[in-house]
């Protein structure tokens, strides 16, 4: 299995542009995950997906940020509009609903707003 | 850009020596605990969990301790090798499914040859 996918890897913006970034979970997995890290506030977890419905999106910071899981196998989290407080490293999860090891990392996207 | 942020505590182990992580966590209410491992460039990677109802967890050289009377978390390392080298975080759970993750601020690792 090629693990969790990630896309684009590295995303270099200017404020105010949107900006989407991409997952698409191991097959098979229920749960999908979505987290920011930044050297300030370290990894937060903003939106959980189970079976592609929405759960908890309590860590989305403010409107102008967005996911969705339209089927099993992608999830898109949208930033519009961007700005420079969003530049962080992104990272999609997916998982076997029941337990932390059987949760994997994609290998994240490093996003800079200017 | 982002402003200067936390610096991450270090710790320099030499190669074969124990590591041991210790980690705060502050809901007392979490009952789930895990430990990550996170190389450069790379997303975590998880290494071993524990439940409230447990005070000790092995797995292969790695051991989790709780006490859960100081909401103190660590994690030891046996024999540590170069590979090791990494920043660990711990992280609280309230679900008990790893679906609401808080983690810490995280410990550099560094393994001296």
């Known amino acids: 299995d090629a693990g969790v996918i990630q896309s684009p890897r590295h995303e270099v913006t200017e404020m105010g542009q949107e900006v989407t970034l991409r997952c698409k979970p191991i097959s098979g997995h229920n749960s999908l995950f979505w987290y920011r890290q930044t050297m300030m506030r370290g990894l937060e977890l903003l939106i959980y997906f189970n079976n592609n419905v929405p759960i908890d999106d309590s860590g989305m910071p403010e409107d102008r940020f967005s996911a969705k899981m339209p089927n099993a196998s992608f999830s898109t989290l949208k930033i519009q509009p961007s700005e420079p407080r969003d530049s962080a490293v992104y990272f999609c999860?997916?998982?076997?609903?029941?337990?932390?090891?059987?949760?994997?990392f994609g290998p994240g996207t490093r996003l800079t707003v200017l | 850009g982002e402003s200067v942020g936390l610096h991450l505590p270090t710790l320099s182990v030499q190669e074969g020596d124990n590591s041991i992580i210790n980690c705060a966590y502050s809901n007392s209410a979490s009952d789930y605990f895990i430990w990550y491992k996170q190389e450069s460039g790379k997303g975590p990677q998880f290494i071993i969990d524990?439940?409230?109802?447990?005070d000790k967890r092995q797995g292969q050289r790695v051991t989790v301790l709780l006490n859960k009377t100081v909401k103190h978390l660590s994690l030891q390392i046996a024999a540590t090798q170069p590979g090791d080298s990494a920043v660990y975080f711990c992280?609280?759970?309230?679900?008990?499914?790893?679906?609401?993750?808080?983690f810490g601020t995280g410990t550099r690792l560094q393994v001296t040859l």
């Open positions: 999860a997916s998982s076997l609903s029941g337990g932390a090891d059987t949760q994997y």
């Open positions: 992280a609280e759970d309230l679900t008990g499914t790893a679906s609401k993750l808080t």
């Open positions: 524990i439940r409230s109802n447990m």
